[in-house]
């Protein structure tokens, strides 16, 4: 968990369930505030978990071995991104659903597709 994160980078190995008590207690969550977004995020690993984001600016994620979906609410999740997320990139594949109601953000899939 990245809380009002600024300038942060974390490359090499990946991010694996931890056995918590949440369905996505192996994923990631980066977050801010309404006063101070998180930003300048650099993410570069083999495997990362669920992806939640919010009130992000700023951030480029690569997962070589893609994101794993969590299952929330009854369903695989992968990406989860509100409408505070702005100007983030991800290259990766999701497996499972993307539910990002981000802006001026994508995924781009190791096909060359675009997510928006």
Not at 10 to 30: K, M, N, Q
Not at 53 to 74: E, F, Q, Y
Request: charged share 15%; net charge negative.
């Amino acid at each position: 968990m990245l809380r009002g994160a600024i300038g942060c980078s974390l490359i090499g190995g990946g991010v694996y369930a931890a056995g918590g008590t949440r369905p996505y207690s192996g994923g990631i969550e980066i977050s801010g505030s309404a006063e101070l977004n998180s930003s300048g995020i650099t993410i570069i690993a083999d495997h990362l978990g669920y992806l939640h984001l919010s009130h992000l600016t700023g951030a480029k994620i690569l997962a070589s071995a893609g994101i794993a979906g969590a299952i929330v609410d009854g369903g695989q999740v992968a990406i989860a991104a509100d409408d505070t997320v702005d100007l983030v990139q991800i290259f990766a594949e999701p497996f499972g659903s993307v539910q990002t109601k981000w802006r001026r953000s994508s995924i781009v899939r190791p096909d060359g597709t675009i997510i928006n």
